[in-house]
């Protein structure tokens, strides 16, 4: 009675043409606990095998109609079957071609007058090595998933590397070069004395000015930079459009605000009405200013100037999310060297055509990351440039 309460030790069809027979499997099977299904011929064996596979198929060799060669080789054929191992039931006294129940695909066979423990010896270690089999499939799948796993963060510490190492560029190299030129120049002040109004000492006071500037603006982009990683998303709906405008009114106000504007600017802006994604609005505040400054930055220079935010919703992407694009005619950039315009501090403009650090992109990238999208872009030099980002569609 305890025996039959244990679970199931495998699912086992028989197939045999003598109803005798399949009884008498069917006791000796039971008893040890195995669920057992009996049928009387191969054509029903063959159905119920597709419609729900056993562990392990006995089959009869000798039965009318279709016999076991052929029922075996049928499973074998089919690929929902085709991985149940088969054993061989055949009578002593009658013809059994072992090489060819091998050859189509049997994995063992057992002789009839059954031997009732040679019989369960047999399937035990059939079942056995099924078992064996799942567990090494299983294990291999588990290793390929943390494979998969390592090679990420593999990519993403690959990343952090590469933002250390320009961190460290930009820590060690810039700040120290422009250390130098404060102590250099505030040596030649003391040396020399400052004179009010003369030319060489409001040079120097020029370049100490400039150079703590520059100091106090890539400390300025380095904190902006680990403060985003270290952010919690704060995940709402939030609508794209106005934050754009909010954008643009900033950037036109700064045009007004400049000392001494260039000249003014005439910008077609193009914005697409009601653009929402589910994110953080501060975070994708900071990745849209960064991408509309860089078009009307990269523009400055430029004619019949026009700026595009929008989407390309008929494109179905995974995730549920959604692309956008901002669009501008501008200086543009070499696409040779596209590789590298997200990584912090690399920059594809010189500092005399367009002020910068070349944090923006980086930054942006590490935004649209953190909430699951991608970004990639195209550009072509004095055509201008379109950055497109995937996020999160809005949630209703
Ligand atoms: N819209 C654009 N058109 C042409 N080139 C661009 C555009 N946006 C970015 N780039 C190129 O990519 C580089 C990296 O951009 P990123 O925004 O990171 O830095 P930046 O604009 O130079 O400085 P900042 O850190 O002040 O934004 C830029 O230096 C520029 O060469
Ligand atoms: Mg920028």
Redesign the pocket.
């Known amino acids: 009675m305890a025996e039959n309460q244990e679970t199931s030790k495998g699912d086992i069809l028989i197939v045999d043409d003598i109803p005798e027979n399949l009884e008498l499997l069917f006791q000796i099977l039971t008893e040890q606990n195995y669920e057992v299904r009996r049928v009387l011929n191969g054509k029903q064996a063959l159905k119920i095998a597709e419609l729900d596979s056993p562990d392990l198929i006995l089959l009869d060799i000798k039965m009318p109609e279709m016999d076991g060669y052929e029922v075996c080789q049928r499973l074998k054929n089919n690929p929902k079957t085709q991985h149940i191992p088969v054993i061989f039931l055949s009578a002593l006294s009658e013809t059994f071609d072992k090489i060819k129940a091998f050859q189509i695909g049997g994995v063992d066979y057992i002789t009839k007058p059954f031997h009732i423990p040679e019989v369960l010896a047999r399937v035990k270690n059939q079942l056995q090595l099924i078992k064996t089999k799942k567990r090494l499939e299983e294990r291999n799948e588990m290793l390929i998933s943390i494979n998969q796993k390592l090679e990420l963060q593999k990519q993403e510490l690959e990343i952090v590397n590469q933002e250390l190492e320009a961190f460290n560029h930009r820590v060690c190299h810039d700040i120290r070069n422009e250390l130098a030129i404060i102590t250099g120049f505030s040596q030649i002040l003391r040396e020399n004395g400052y004179t009010p109004n003369n030319q060489k000492s409001n040079e120097a006071l020029d370049y100490i000015i400039s150079s703590s500037r520059l100091i106090e603006q890539i400390i300025k ?1 380095l904190s902006r930079l680990t403060y985003i990683n270290s952010q919690q998303l704060n995940l709402e709906n939030v609508d794209l459009t106005s934050l754009a405008h909010h954008i643009i009114s900033t950037l036109n106000q700064k045009q007004i605000d400049r000392d001494a504007p260039l000249r003014d600017r005439v910008i077609d802006w193009k914005i697409t009405p009601n653009l929402s994604v589910y994110g953080d609005p501060n975070l994708l505040y900071i990745a849209l200013d ?2 509309l ?3 009307y ?3 400055a220079k430029s004619e019949n100037v026009s700026i595009e935010f929008g989407t390309i919703d008929n494109i179905n992407v995974g995730d549920n999310q959604q692309i956008f694009y ?1 669009k ?1 005619n ?4 070499d696409m040779e060297k596209v590789d590298t ?2 990584t ?1 501090f ?4 010189s500092s005399a055509d ?11 990238q590490k935004i649209i990351h953190l909430h699951g999208g991608k970004i990639w ?1 195209e ?1 072509e030099i004095n055509k ?2 379109i ?1 497109y980002f995937q996020l999160p569609r809005m949630k209703s």
């Not at 501008?330 to 950039?333: E, I, R, V």
């Not at 690399?346 to 403009?349: A, G, K, N, Q, S």
């Not at 650090?357 to 980086?362: D, H, R, S």
């Open positions: 982009d960064n991408l400054s860089n078009a930055k990269y523009t901002v501008d501008g200086a543009g950039f315009i997200f912090p690399v920059r594809l403009h367009f002020e910068g650090t070349g944090i923006g992109l980086a930054t942006v872009c550009g201008g440039a950055f």
